[in-house]
């Protein structure tokens, strides 16, 4: 048997550390790379944790909850029934508020743009003079940040809506609920 496989031809498949795929290239053998990393990245803990939820009666739950989303998903009729500004529309918001996509984040931990969004926001809204005036205002804990999605809202990358910006008011006909994104120029 060994005489037979090493006189054929290799496909490999590589799982793991891409060099190795890399080296069998170099030789012109056909090789594809499987992109895999161990459960948890190798923590135990975490493992653990996992094959318990795996083998609990919360696995069934889970299960069930996320059949329900995709029933939910292809049964909607989104329909775009407005436009108004984020402080007349929006759940939660106020003129401090600044929704962003992602979760939860502090003036500090925010990117470079995100940081420029939040800036131009809080000048735009006339709460600061300038974008220096902005930063202060931003760093100073008198706004409050707030993930998009803990507001019905859907929000672009490092984009942000603040009270004055006008938002999209889209219905689900089939479930009746409504959710809000900013009209930005994309």
């Known amino acids: 048997m060994s005489q037979t496989l090493f006189n054929q031809p290799l496909n490999v498949i590589n799982v793991g550390i891409e060099m190795f795929s890399?080296?069998?290239?170099?030789?012109?053998v056909p090789v594809?790379?499987?992109d895999w990393t161990p459960p948890g990245q190798g923590n135990i803990q975490v493992v653990t944790a996992l094959d318990d939820i795996a083998a609990s009666p919360l696995a069934d739950k889970i299960a069930a909850a996320n059949q329900l989303a995709l029933e939910r998903r292809i049964q909607s009729h989104p329909v775009l029934i407005g436009y108004?500004?984020?402080i007349?529309?929006?759940p939660g918001m106020t003129r401090n508020t600044i929704l962003h996509a992602g979760p939860p984040i502090h003036w500090e931990k925010m990117c470079g743009a995100m940081k420029g969004a939040v800036t131009g926001a809080l000048?735009?809204?006339?709460?600061?003079?300038?974008?220096?005036?902005?930063?202060e205002l931003a760093a100073s804990g008198e706004i409050i940040f707030s993930p998009c999605h803990e507001h019905d809202c859907v929000g672009s990358m490092a984009g942000v809506t603040s009270a004055s910006m006008f938002?999209?008011?889209?219905?689900?006909?089939?479930y009746g609920n409504r959710a809000y994104t900013n009209m930005s120029e994309q």
């Open 88 to 90: 007349n529309v929006v």
């Open 167 to 174: 938002m999209h008011i889209v219905e689900n006909k089939t």
């Open 84 to 86: 108004d500004q984020a």
């Open 32 to 34: 594809t790379q499987l």
């Open 22 to 28: 890399d080296d069998m290239k170099k030789q012109n």
């Open 123 to 135: 000048v735009f809204e006339g709460l600061a003079k300038d974008l220096d005036d902005a930063a």
